[in-house]
């Protein structure tokens, strides 16, 4: 157990709906990044939060957005939904903004029909 | 264009014997690599790192090789054990600045028994 939670577990939605998912760092972590895991392809960064502000933005979509909360949780809010949004969307959190070692959730399954 | 590649989707090998995962990186200014390890339904678990001062870099079972010149590195797991089974990620990144980890595809690695 990383001691990265995230919820829920697994998300179903039709296309064109708007989800959010949800991420709680390890105790101590301030940072918090979203990563995209599609079918046959490797782990695509979407974004980075530090303490609550965003510090690095990767290839994410301008229908994608998050934030960090005070109390360090962070949410993925992924709208329009397309068919091709369907993946494994993992957070990760690391003490400093360096994020040398990153913990991972264990991810949310999102299924857009 | 992939900046970290690992051209082996998937890798069988006999428990006892040698694993080795091999990685390939385009962006010379890369200067720290990592290895994850991922079991279905979790999320990645960090591995072991190596920073491009060293060439070798050894926990346990696993040693970690890095050869600059080749931009390559590999991951060799030493004797492997069935509980090894799994998708390995190589990861890469710049050692200053804040910049994200990039991922390979991963190589998804079986020990037979």
């Known amino acids: 157990d990383s001691g990265v939670t995230q919820t829920p577990k697994h998300l179903i939605t039709a296309t064109g709906q708007r989800v959010t998912l949800r991420c709680s760092p390890r105790?101590?972590?301030?940072?918090v990044y979203w990563y995209q895991q599609s079918l046959d392809q490797g782990l695509q960064f979407l974004i980075q939060?530090?303490?609550?502000?965003?510090?690095a933005k990767g290839n994410i979509l301008e229908r994608f957005s998050a934030q960090q909360f005070p109390d360090l949780h962070s949410e993925l809010n992924l709208s329009s939904l397309e068919l091709g949004d369907s993946a494994l969307y993992f957070c990760a959190s690391s003490v400093s903004g360096a994020g040398y070692e990153q913990y991972f959730g264990p991810g949310t399954r999102l299924t857009v029909t | 264009d992939q900046q970290v590649k690992q051209n082996s989707p998937s890798l069988s090998v006999q428990e006892g014997r040698i694993s080795i995962l091999n990685c390939d990186y385009t962006n010379s200014m890369f200067d720290y690599f990592l290895w994850y390890k991922k079991y279905p339904a979790e999320g990645p678990t960090f591995l072991i790192s190596i920073s491009s001062i060293k060439d070798k870099n050894e926990d346990g079972r696993f040693t970690v090789f890095l050869n600059k010149s080749a931009k390559h590195l590999s991951l060799h797991i030493v004797p492997s054990q069935p509980g090894d089974s799994a998708v390995y990620f190589c990861?890469?990144?710049?050692?200053?600045?804040?910049?994200?980890?990039?991922f390979g595809k991963g190589t998804r690695l079986s020990v037979i028994a």
């Open positions: 939060y530090y303490n609550g502000e965003e510090r």
């Open positions: 105790s101590g972590d301030l940072s």
């Open positions: 990861a890469a990144r710049l050692l200053s600045g804040n910049t994200p980890l990039v």
